[in-house]
């Protein structure tokens, strides 16, 4: 009888991941942004939203190539 050194990958189910997102040096630069103001000037005011992420991250995930500071200051 011959036993295996490796587990099966059902057994370590948190080895490796599938990565998804583009990495940070495929981005490229974009042409001068327009002014929001004549973007958004045909817009309904009520229809216009802000979104604002503000990650406390302990640490860095395995997936985010975002620009990113590990290691906040304790007052955070």
Do not use: Q
């Not at 583009?22 to 001068?32: G, I, M, S, V």
């Amino acid at each position: 009888m011959t036993t295996s050194t490796t587990a099966p990958p059902a057994v370590r189910p948190y080895e490796s991941y599938v990565y998804a997102y583009p990495h940070k040096t495929a981005y490229r630069p974009l042409p001068d942004r327009p002014a929001l103001r004549e973007l958004w000037a045909a817009e309904p005011k009520d229809a216009l939203s802000l979104y604002l992420h503000i990650p406390f991250c302990e640490v860095r995930c395995g997936f985010c190539n975002l620009f990113t500071r590990i290691g906040a200051p304790e007052e955070l």
